[in-house]
């Protein structure tokens, strides 16, 4: 048994019995995600009226075509009690595969299943502190690289188009930066592969202490690492992007005594406000920058409109730094 199960149980052996009826009702509400996107992500719902729909102005904000612009909502209340309604979506709410006569009021009880259009489908959920952190934990190992701690390659993907579609209604851009660790080969080659996984959890500690709440930042695949930063202007962009590089070439890891100088090399493309540039042409963009900068030295942020764009909005001199 892992030790995140045998803390599970633990917990639940040293839990009191017979919990009275008042304190199961202040239980939170939770929507967790069954199909149609990550399993296992959790939604919290706060006291009052929680609306979804395709919109950003929903509280929850779900991204399939087959979900209205405001599709239903739950009305949850101070006792923990929570009902669903439909807002005359186009293709249905299903409570327990039952069809939702929209506009009436429906109860939910814990273990119901919440269908919302063609392909999204929760499990309405009360648990309590013990079952919450333990959901948690296991959602958090599903997206999660096990070395560094950081958000998996899928997961990212799947938030930043989330945040592109939420930035336009705050007036903020978007920008993504692909670092990769310099001369990676040569620090397994040289030191060892403990090494090198030494090396990529000291890069995600500094970018771990460099990015804001609201920054998404991932593991990308072997050496490389990912970031999505909302931004209101590009030369913002720039400014973190290069104090991510020298933080990081200031790094000197010592391990067994051995003292490995690290290095990153930094590809970055941005998305102005009201633009809605694809997520697949930021990333594609930030990794053609990221090849410039390896092949003009490595250790530098380049970021430009030659490389990455061919509209006005993109006319910025090729930057180096």
């Given amino acids: 048994m892992d030790d995140l199960g045998a803390t599970f149980i633990g917990e639940i052996a040293g839990s009191t019995n017979g919990t009275s009826a008042a304190a199961d009702s202040a239980l939170p509400n939770y929507l967790v995600m069954v199909q149609g996107g990550t399993p296992g992500e959790m939604h919290k719902l706060a006291k009052g009226v929680c609306q979804v729909g395709r919109s950003i102005e929903n509280e929850l904000t779900l991204h399939d075509s087959t979900i209205s612009r405001h599709h239903a909502r739950i009305e949850t209340g101070q006792d923990g009690s929570a009902r669903l309604t439909d807002l005359s979506s186009t293709n249905g709410t299903f409570r327990n595969g039952r069809w939702l006569t929209p506009g009436e009021s429906y109860a939910l009880r814990d273990g119901d299943r919440i269908q919302y259009g063609a392909n999204l489908v929760f499990k309405f959920i009360q648990p309590d502190p013990c079952d919450e952190r333990f959901h948690q934990e296991i959602f958090d190992r599903m997206v999660r690289d096990s070395l560094t701690g950081l958000l998996q390659r899928s997961y990212f993907l799947d938030q930043l188009t989330a945040l592109t579609r939420k930035l336009p209604a705050r007036n903020m851009g978007v920008a993504v930066l692909m670092l990769d660790i310099d001369h ?138």
Avoid: M
């Fill in 184 to 321: 990676f080969k040569r620090i397994n080659d040289t030191y060892g592969h403990a090494a090198g996984d030494h090396a990529l959890r000291e890069t995600a500690n500094v970018l771990r202490q460099a990015t804001r709440p609201d920054d998404l930042v991932a593991r990308y695949g072997g050496e490389e690492f990912v970031a999505a930063l909302p931004l209101a202007e590009p030369e913002l962009a720039l400014a973190r992007a290069e104090r991510i590089r020298r933080a990081l070439a200031h790094r000197l890891i010592d391990h067994n005594g051995a003292e490995i100088h690290l290095t990153v090399s930094i590809g970055l493309s941005y998305s102005p406000p009201h633009y809605n540039r694809p997520p697949s042409d930021l990333i594609a963009c930030a990794d053609r920058c990221l090849y410039q900068a390896k092949r003009a030295g490595r250790d530098r942020v380049v970021f430009g409109r030659e490389t990455c764009a061919e509209t006005p909005e993109f006319a910025w001199p090729l930057a180096s730094v």
